[in-house]
C-alpha cells in the first residue's frame, strides 16, 4: 500500500513540476514576445519617417496583416495552365430596390453567350469568386455588405465592357 501511495505522490509531484516549469517557459515566452513586438513597432516608426521625411511618402500603419498567399502543388498547377472562360454574360437581373431572395442570388445573372472577350471572361470570374465569398462569409455570420458591392461594381463593370 505505500509503494502505491509513493509511486501516486512521485507522479503528482512531477505533474506540478512540469506545470510550474511550463507556467514559467510561458511568461519568459510572453515576455520575449511582446519586446520583439515593440522593437518591429519602432522600426514600422522609424521607417515610416523616413518615408515620409525623405521621399515625401505618406505610409499608414497596416491595421491587418496580409497572409501569404500559399498555393497547393494541385493549385499551382491549375494556376499555369489558362482556365476556360465561364460561359455567362450580361442580360442583368433588375431588383426592384429590395433585397433579393436567396433564389434570386442562386440564379444566373448573366445570359449565356458563346464568344466572351478575355476582359468579359475576367470579370465574370471575379464575379463568380466574390459569390463564393459571399457565401462563406454568410455562412460564417461576417460582414457581407462590402462583398456585396464588390460584385454591384463587378456587375456595372462588366456592364460597361459589354456595350461597347
Known amino acids: 500500500m505505500s509503494s502505491h501511495t509513493t509511486l501516486m505522490s512521485s507522479t503528482i509531484e512531477q505533474y506540478r513540476d512540469a506545470k510550474s516549469q511550463y507556467l514559467k517557459l510561458r511568461a519568459e515566452a510572453k515576455k520575449d514576445l511582446l519586446r520583439r513586438f515593440q522593437e518591429l513597432a519602432n522600426e514600422l516608426l522609424i521607417i515610416q519617417r523616413e ?17 501569404p498567399k500559399k498555393l497547393a502543388p494541385a493549385a499551382q498547377a491549375t494556376k499555369s ?9 450580361s442580360t ?3 431588383s426592384n430596390g429590395s433585397k433579393s431572395s436567396a433564389a434570386a442570388k442562386d440564379a444566373p ?4 453567350k458563346d464568344d466572351l472577350s478575355a476582359e468579359e471572361a475576367n470579370i465574370l470570374k471575379h464575379i463568380e469568386k466574390n459569390r463564393k465569398k459571399l457565401a462563406e ?12 458591392d464588390r460584385i454591384y461594381e ?3 463593370e462588366l456592364r460597361l465592357v459589354q456595350s461597347k
Open 81 to 89: 495552365a489558362p482556365a476556360p472562360p465561364p460561359a455567362k454574360v
Open 51 to 67: 518615408l515620409a521625411e525623405d521621399f515625401d511618402h505618406k505610409v499608414a500603419m497596416p491595421v491587418k496583416g496580409k497572409k
Open 92 to 94: 442583368p437581373a433588375k
Open 137 to 148: 462569409a454568410q455562412a460564417a455570420g461576417r460582414a457581407i455588405k462590402p462583398i456585396e
Open 154 to 156: 463587378l456587375e456595372d
Open 109 to 112: 445573372l448573366f445570359a449565356v
